[in-house]
């Protein structure tokens, strides 16, 4: 027994795994509550309702201002270096100790110990240090004693081991003999004896990079800003960029903050909660279709995180976004009401990072409103034109009638929100290649595909329509009555007729093997035994999978080249072998299609469809009962053997479509009256 809901459990384990993170991502991307939600640009109209300081804030400096005043205080800035004197011992020792074989007079002695003592006191430093510092600017340094107190102290005041050998000779006492002084080998009694300190200079650069003031001033509260309509200038800016930067900083030390995220998460999760109780109630087939919710998903957390990033690094008005394409996309793969309910629970979503909310709200509701209502189908690229059109004018009608009920002045309507609507509008358009694009990476299919796919003129139908002529009649025929009867039970209709045109495809790979292609009477199957014979028959439905994948055609349409027969018998062999062999026991799946069988409402109008065309073309007479039993019989048999049993369709769907399969071959076959002949008159 676990085996048998094992599925079911996954599939509900997953699909509480996408809602939870679906959620939690949602919630990340909402503004945190008292966020700065407003929209502007240097040189653009204020938008919204006047602004006032709502408290006291400061007036932040624009980054290159305060990058200037670090610049400048760091001017009188120079790096650290701690200064060894205890050089200053080992030098004289190994003074003391290379005399010994030199033996020089202690008057050269006590010159040297002094002079040793004095620039090792000045401080010595590498000739690289010096180059570093010339190249950073810096004209002087800090040295730091063996009683860490610091000193600036000029570059060119310091030694080098050179500057400080030179420096003991040429001072030297005219009593003093130079060459004598060499031969204490001076040059290797001195080294550096400054090095820099890295952390004591980044601790001091930091400490003075802190006192330069972030601020230039203050604003008091309820001190005005800005005024709807004014245009938004430098100053201004500084001024609305300062008051975000107070409130992000007050958001981030509030003791609340963590409640205000449970109540966003409770808020998100119980919107999208309804949203998978619509699908469970109202779309079963979506909702157990883990790809189609996935996808439903996703549209809704893109859309999402496009507006969140827009209202956040301000790139541009969120009017811009073309959030009626949401819509369009979920009506060109679902259905108008799916369309709708998750077009609202989009924009609930939006709503909590759009600038004023209620106004976004009506504006984008009646936008989506009017797309899904001028996409009754998505079949030409026309209607997304239309759809286009709808949308800018229900943009332009709700923004002026709600900007005249809230300002009752039409001068302060903002015009420029037309550029926005417009533009928003125009990006609609894009839709039909995302609808492409979404096509191939999910595996849907749109009207627009079924179209294109059903033209007789596509290079397929057409080589099937010049190698087997009578299958791709009989194609024809089956696609008029499949679609009719599929219009009456609301199925899909263009779905239908699209895969009657190709399920049959697979006869195009030996052609002469089916009666309606047989234009001179010879059938080669009748030289065959009756399993053979039959064999050859089945596999024109691989023979047709294996040239409609080579073909790319969608999986959906493949599916009616699979079903079309489901899993029941090439019944002219199978009776004929029973008839000759009655005593002969045979396999329950000889003579048999492979299966499976079908699924949905369209494929058992095609099956329906493909055995009735078929067979009609074999009756004598064509009268009212003639139809009637034929059609009965071929149904009640597809019935009685269980074909439909897979299928989601009702005894009312079936009578139907037998109803409209009875009134169309009527039609197809009715008795033409004679026409009488002209009598001539007798002379």
């Known amino acids: 027994m676990k085996n048998i809901f094992l599925e079911p459990k996954l599939k509900l384990l997953i699909r509480v795994a996408f809602f939870a993170i679906t959620v939690l991502v949602l919630v990340q991307l909402l503004p945190r509550q008292n966020t700065f939600k407003y929209q502007y640009q240097i040189g653009k109209p204020w938008s919204y309702e006047l602004m006032t300081a709502p408290f006291n804030f400061p007036i932040y400096k624009e980054k290159y201002e305060y990058s200037n005043d670090q610049k400048a205080a760091l001017e009188d800035f120079y790096p650290y270096y701690k200064q060894d004197l205890s050089a200053i011992d080992k030098s004289i020792k190994l003074l003391l100790e290379g005399n010994k074989e030199h033996e020089l007079p202690d008057e050269y002695i006590e010159y040297l110990k002094k002079q040793i003592e004095y620039v090792y006191s000045v401080g010595i430093i590498s000739p690289e240090e010096i180059k570093n510092l010339i190249d950073n600017k810096d004209t002087s340094i800090y040295i730091i004693d063996s009683a860490l107190v610091s000193h600036r102290k000029p570059i060119n005041e310091t030694f080098t081991v ?77 001024y609305l960029n300062s008051l975000k930067i107070e409130i992000d900083k007050q958001r981030g030390m509030n003791p609340q903050y963590n409640l205000m995220w449970v109540g966003e998460f409770i808020v998100i999760a119980s919107i999208m909660a309804f949203m998978f109780l619509y699908l469970y109630l109202f779309r079963p087939v979506i909702y157990n279709n883990l790809k189609e919710t996935t996808f439903i998903l996703l549209m809704i957390t893109f859309i999402m995180l496009i507006s969140s990033v827009v209202v956040r690094l301000n790139l541009f008005h969120i009017y811009f976004i073309p959030f009626a394409i949401l819509p369009i996309i979920i009506r060109t793969f679902f259905d108008s009401r799916t369309a709708v309910f998750i077009h609202t629970i989009s924009i ?42 709808l949308v800018f004018i229900s943009y332009m009608a709700i923004y002026i009638g709600y900007s005249l009920l809230v300002e009752a002045n039409i001068q302060k309507t903002d015009y420029q929100y037309i550029i926005y609507f417009a533009s928003s509008s125009l990006l609609l358009l894009f839709s039909y290649g995302l609808i492409y694009i979404i096509e191939r990476a999910f595996g849907f299919l749109s009207n627009m595909s079924l179209i294109e796919l059903s033209n007789v003129n596509t290079s397929l139908l057409q080589r099937f329509a010049e190698l087997a002529p009578g299958s791709f009649q009989h194609s024809l025929q089956v696609a008029n009555l499949a679609s009719e009867a599929a219009k009456e039970i609301n199925a899909n209709a263009l779905l239908v007729r699209t895969g009657a045109m190709y399920h049959d495809i697979g006869k195009m790979a030996n052609p002469i093997y089916f009666t309606e292609n047989q234009s001179s009477g ?101 009268t009212n009962d003639s139809i009637n039993h034929l059609v009965n019989s071929i149904v009640g048999k597809q019935m009685a053997d269980g074909l439909y049993k897979d299928a989601k369709i009702t005894f009312k769907d079936v009578e139907t479509a037998k109803s409209v399969f009875k009134e169309k071959l009527k039609t197809m076959y009715h008795t033409r009256i004679s026409y009488p002949e002209l009598k001539k008159k007798e002379s």
């Open 162 to 238: 050179r500057s400080a050998y030179e420096y003991i000779i040429n001072n030297r006492p005219a009593t003093l003999n130079t060459n004598r002084l060499r031969t204490s080998n001076l040059n290797l009694l001195l080294s550096e004896n400054l090095s820099y300190d890295k952390n004591l200079t980044d601790i001091y650069r930091n400490d003075v990079l802190d006192r330069v003031s972030l601020t230039s001033g203050m604003i008091q509260a309820g001190e005005r800003i800005i005024d709807r309509g004014e245009i938004v200038t430098e100053k201004t800016n500084r």
């Open 348 to 389: 609930l979503l939006i709503s909590f990072i759009a600038p004023e909310p209620y106004e976004f709200i009506l504006l984008q509701l009646t936008a989506g409103l009017a797309a899904i209502s001028g996409l009754k189908n998505v079949t030409q690229r026309s209607h997304l034109t239309k759809a286009m059109l």
């Open 522 to 622: 010879i059938n080669p199957l009748a030289n065959m035994d009756f399993e053979t014979a039959s064999k050859k028959i089945i596999n024109h439905v691989e023979d047709g999978v294996k040239i409609a994948e080579k073909n790319n055609l969608p999986s959906k349409v493949i599916e009616f080249i699979t079903t079309h027969h489901g899993k029941s018998r090439t019944l002219f062999f199978y009776n004929s072998f029973l008839n000759k062999y009655p005593d002969v026991e045979i396999a329950d799946d000889a003579f048999q299609y492979p299966g499976p069988l079908p699924t949905t409402k369209e494929h058992v109008i095609l099956m329906m469809a493909d055995a009735i065309e078929a067979t009609s073309r074999s009756l004598k007479e064509y």
